[in-house]
């Protein structure tokens, strides 16, 4: 129907693990070069087949997610579907130099959204709700109660409660206008966004201490050095990470479960 609105929530219908990134005035490939993806890493797709040849099983998670880039109104966009590599405070900080990025992420039923302006970051929240005083939770940054008066304006617009998965992203799109179509969607531009210290962040010592925690005794297991475990971390749905959009290096939390998004639904 001309002028409805296209929306934003069949994102979260679609796909249980999502991550969409914006960044104001940048194009598409600027984007996925600022989220850690090198230039062969670009591709471009024709149809969902090349897709699912490109990103079928979880074997790679730990080392690259795919990303749908492309570029709505004012803002480029990177869209995962199975994973949230696109949140990483290092990437996004260094991304919104001289403008404006939001980044909003669903995983283990959880949803987080960061907002970065120049290179600072904002507020990065976890979001409870469009009403009351338990609307945000763990909250960071500078001001994250900016974000209470258009998470306000999303409630009071719903004709039905949303989950907090679909909330996130209707606060994005009241806060940059940004519609994405299934459509956009999958053809196109994609990029292999890299995993956690594969990206920018791992040419630093936080990234090295990070190794560190997670292979103590240099075996390639994940540990504290002692008694070493029967099997490697496994793929997306038995082993994974919270990751905070804004979290510095330190406060990362691992361990938490992430579970794969799934297919494309009714495209």
Known sequence: MAGERVGLAWIAEWHEVHCLTLVEGLS??????HLG???????????EEEVDELDWGTEHYWDWGLGHAGVAGDWAFVLETSSFWGSIAERIGAASAGTRAVCCYSVDLRTRFAYWEDGE?????????????????????LDPARLREP??????RETEAPGVEALGLALLQEMTGVEIGPGQIPTGLVGKV???????????????????DRDADGD???GDG?????EEPGPPGTWGLALPA????????????????GGWGGM
């Not at 998470?151 to 009071?156: D, I, K, P």
């Not at 890299?194 to 190794?211: F, S, V």
């Open 28 to 33: 598409a490939r600027e984007l996925l070069r």
């Open 121 to 141: 970051l904002i507020a990065d929240v976890q979001i409870v709700s469009p009403h009351g005083p338990q609307q945000l939770d763990d909250e960071r940054g």
């Open 220 to 222: 390639g297991n994940h």
């Open 194 to 212: 890299p995993a956690i210290d594969l990206g920018p962040e791992g040419d630093t010592e936080d990234a090295d201490d990070r190794d560190g």
């Open 151 to 156: 998470l306000r304006r999303v409630g009071e």
């Open 226 to 230: 002692g008694e070493e475990t029967a």
């Open 246 to 261: 804004g979290a510095p290096p330190g406060e990362r939390t691992w361990g938490t479960g992430v579970r794969s998004g």
């Open 37 to 47: 993806c090198a230039d062969d890493a670009v591709l471009t797709v024709a149809d």
